[in-house]
């Protein structure tokens, strides 16, 4: 099982970026499949999760109305459209995925999901 994620850069204030996350399988093999990040010296965060029942969503606070994620099931892709960039979004963000299904309350916990793709950088910044 592989992820791959892509698309981070530097980007300004206010701006837009769109990452990409790549898996390996089946689709329907994950139950969850999201983003996180890692700012430097602080805790890998949840940003946003989606599930293969019902494509439903879950986002952090933090990025509700900017971010939006969504999934190619034929390229085996999940996405996050990043817009209004702000510099506090700024970190390594991962893609995830996990087989078992989780509790509403858990989407978000980095800890529950035990299969990791590589980082992607995004800098905001002007």
């Known amino acids: 099982v592989q992820l791959q994620a892509s698309g981070g850069g530097l980007v300004q204030p206010g701006g837009s970026l769109k990452l990409s996350c790549t898996f390996s399988g089946d689709a329907s093999d994950y139950w969850h499949i999201g983003w996180f990040r890692q700012a430097p010296g602080k805790e890998r965060e949840g940003v946003s999760v989606?599930?293969?029942?019902?494509?439903?969503?879950r986002y952090a606070d933090s990025v509700k109305g900017r971010f939006t994620i969504s999934r190619d099931t034929a390229k085996n892709t999940v996405y996050l459209q990043m817009s209004y960039l702000k510099p506090e979004d700024t970190a390594v963000y991962y893609c995830?995925?996990?087989?078992?299904?989780?509790?509403?309350?858990?989407?978000?916990?980095?800890?529950?999901?035990?299969?990791w793709g590589q980082g992607t950088l995004v800098t905001v910044s002007s």
């Open positions: 995830a995925a996990r087989y078992n299904r989780l509790v509403l309350s858990a989407l978000l916990d980095a800890a529950q999901y035990n299969i």
């Open positions: 989606i599930s293969r029942r019902n494509d439903n969503t």
